[in-house]
Structures are given as structure tokens and as C-alpha cells.
């Protein structure tokens, strides 16, 4: 046969009806406050880092289909100053672009450290030639300054930010869909 308690358990707590007012008051108070708004979540940029003529520059990594070392290239003749060349990516022809000469830096020329960063979007795509790759990071979307005046010409068209280490983040966006690259010519 079950037997029923006839006691309170020693967890359970009598309180006193002055207590119970003061405590229904206490939560009352609490939901009758006004919320405050959330802090707006921090937007982080993921960033592909490299250096371009002794400067520190960065585009989104979601443009960025992979970067790999510049083996073979083959000059167009009749091309534009900034298109270095064409090069074979696993059986994919791909123009590549200076930013030295696009951008007018001075040129550091090739080395083993140079590689080719494959900026993409649907409609374009093409290798950037940059001096070497310095990795990836994450940034916040207020961490960017609008400009350096410094930076004046076609860079500053080009351009999405600069953060605080002076690393300039390029619009890779409208570095995609720009007329200045795309070579419409004929010969």
C-alpha cells in the first residue's frame, strides 16, 4: 500500500504573504521594464590578404574561387598594359590582370612568392596577379575607414575600405563588373 506525505518536502519553503507580495512586485517590476534593444549583430568580411607593390590589400574570399602560383603565362599582344596574359588553370583559359599597371604602381616584377588570385563572380572571371599572399582574415564591416587620402585615382574606385593596419580592401564586386577590364577590342 503507498502511503502519501503528509509533510512538505524539505525543499519546499513556506513564505510569509508580505514576502509573496513583495516578490510578485519584484517580478512585476522586471517584466514591466522596458527591453533594450539588442546590440545589431557584428557583420564580419572574410578577407583574402596580399601584398601588391609594398602595400597591404584585401579582397572578399567569396569572390575568390582559389589562388595559386603563376606558372606559365602567355603575353596577347595588342592587349591592354594591365592584361599580362592568358595562363592554362587545369584546362581553363584565364586572362590575367596587373593591378601594378591598372592600379599605375611601380612594378615589383615576378618572383617565386607571386601568385594569381581567381576572382569570380557569374558572369566574369579572371586571375589578379598579386606579389605574395599573406592569408585570410576576418574583419567587422565598421571596422572600415571609407578612404586614405593617400589613395587617389583609379584605386579610389575601386576600393571598399581601409582598416585601421591600413589594409586596403579592393570592391572586388565592381573590380568584376568594371569596363576598364573587360578588353573589347579587335585586331
Known amino acids: 500500500m503507498n502511503s502519501v506525505p503528509t509533510t512538505l518536502p524539505s525543499s519546499a519553503r513556506v513564505i510569509s ?4 507580495r513583495r516578490l510578485l512586485r519584484e517580478r512585476a517590476r522586471l517584466l514591466a521594464r522596458e527591453v ?8 564580419e568580411l572574410k578577407l583574402v590578404a596580399f601584398k601588391l607593390a609594398e602595400e597591404n590589400y584585401a579582397v572578399e574570399s567569396s569572390y575568390v574561387r582559389e589562388v595559386y602560383p603563376l606558372k606559365s603565362l602567355t603575353p596577347l599582344p595588342g592587349a591592354p598594359s594591365f592584361v599580362l596574359g592568358l595562363t592554362n588553370l587545369r584546362g581553363e583559359i584565364l586572362s590575367i590582370v596587373d593591378l601594378h599597371a591598372f592600379f599605375e604602381l611601380p612594378n615589383q616584377g615576378l618572383s617565386d612568392r607571386s601568385r594569381v588570385i581567381v576572382l569570380r563572380s557569374p558572369k566574369m572571371e579572371f586571375g589578379i596577379l598579386a606579389d605574395a599572399v599573406m592569408g585570410t582574415r576576418e574583419i567587422g564591416t565598421d571596422d572600415l575607414q571609407p578612404t586614405l587620402p593617400t589613395l587617389t585615382g583609379i584605386r579610389e574606385e575601386y576600393l571598399k575600405g581601409v582598416t585601421g593596419e591600413r589594409l586596403i580592401v579592393l570592391d572586388a564586386e565592381r573590380l568584376l563588373t568594371s569596363p576598364s577590364i573587360i578588353v573589347n577590342e579587335t585586331v
Open 17 to 20: 504573504p508580505d514576502d509573496e
Open 36 to 43: 533594450q534593444p539588442e546590440k545589431a549583430a557584428r557583420t
